[in-house]
């Protein structure tokens, strides 16, 4: 495969992975903005769920910024318990509105917390000492959040990875239930990764938040918008764009974090000219190399009959696969769960180059 390189100037990599992405690496989702902006801009809320990866949270982060009202974000899988989900929450309100503001309101909590700032960078501290019902902590904040949006812009809480909700307290599912369902000033935006589990929060008839929001899943890139997204950049740089777009959205099955990752390193490499022959190939070996004992270990932990299942995955046969019919379903599930596997039209391993490193070993 002929390179064709371009002269190149000092060109930013004009792609991103790993963190929220905007302006320029963001790519397209204006159906999905455009549905997000009508809802939020009413007085529903919004359940948005996706697998791990696929830009669930830089779709949220355009379409605040797009809608530019104040917007409070927290990731539930990195809140250990009730107490520090209401300080998360908090701390994110004294960074948005006016400290006076914030701090006399919070003298009216029925705990006071404590409020600290550092003096190495003015970031706020906050540390709730509820000794008996620490639900109270939590319910005192969001009751503000909802007090701020009825003086002032409606604000939007966006809760990541809801689906922990369930491990950061007993019954708090029908508790924040009785709380968020009297606000008539606020938006919440619930996402979630696992799919499974966040149908049963919100479509489960019994379920404390059956049908509280609009949900909608989010899929992947539409090929078409990925492959132009790809080709204007590529083009830049070498003359054969659309067949790498092209071959980058084959390996990578349009999985938007996938993409972008090896879209980055394949400019990098071109960039640096330290590919030779096919690039392509070069940069996916290259990154199989780079996690091998981290896949490997990755295996080391996955039960036998799951190691048969994402074989079969890697190989496209999973009907060839002599498992009984309930043993291959729990699996999947299993799997999906664990983020290993993900459902479009059918069941394909999430991470391509699992996959790969998978059939290169059979290989050996």
């Known amino acids: ?119 190495g960078n003015n970031t706020v501290e906050v540390t709730f000492n509820a000794a008996n019902d620490v639900f109270i902590c939590l319910e005192d904040v969001l009751n503000l959040i909802e007090k701020l949006g009825q003086k002032g812009e409606r604000p939007i809480v966006v809760i990541d990875e809801f689906q922990e909700i369930r491990n950061i307290g007993k019954q708090i599912e029908k508790k924040l239930r009785s709380v968020l369902q009297v606000h008539q000033s606020v938006n919440y935006v619930f996402l979630g990764s696992a799919e499974s589990m966040m149908r049963e929060i919100f479509e489960k008839k019994k379920s404390p938040f059956y049908h509280f929001g609009l949900l909608m899943p989010l899929p992947k890139i539409p090929y078409d918008d990925f492959f132009d997204f790809l080709n204007k950049r590529f083009r830049k740089i070498i003359k054969n764009s659309k067949e790498t777009a092209e071959r980058i959205l084959a390996f990578t099955g349009c999985h938007p974090y996938y993409t972008q990752q090896l879209a980055f390193h394949i400019w990098m490499g071109i960039e640096n000219k330290s590919f030779t022959g096919n690039y392509i190939e070069h940069a996916i070996t290259e990154m199989i190399m780079l996690h091998d004992n981290d896949y490997e270990r990755l295996w080391n932990t996955i039960r036998q009959t799951d190691k048969k299942i994402l074989i079969a995955l890697s190989q496209q046969n999973l009907r060839a696969l002599n498992l009984p019919a309930s043993t291959l379903y729990s699996g999947l599930k299993r799997l999906s769960e664990q983020g290993y596997v993900i459902k479009e039209t059918t069941f394909e391993m999430d991470d391509p180059f699992f996959k790969h490193w998978i059939i290169k070993r059979r290989e050996k």
């Open 1 to 119: 495969m002929s390179t064709f390189v371009k002269k190149m100037k000092n060109m930013e990599n004009p792609f991103k992975f790993g963190t929220i992405v905007q302006e320029e690496f963001f790519t397209d989702r204006k159906e999905e903005i455009g549905k997000i902006q009508q809802i939020l801009e009413s007085k529903n809320h919004l359940i948005l769920i996706s697998p791990r990866r696929f830009g669930k949270s830089s779709l949220i982060h355009k379409a605040t910024k797009i809608i530019g009202r104040p917007t409070i974000y927290v990731d539930l899988q990195l809140v250990t318990d009730i107490d520090d989900f209401a300080s998360q929450l908090l701390k994110k309100l004294f960074v948005i509105y006016k400290w006076e503001r914030i701090k006399q309101a919070v003298k009216s909590f029925r705990i006071i917390p404590t409020i600290s700032i550092h003096p």
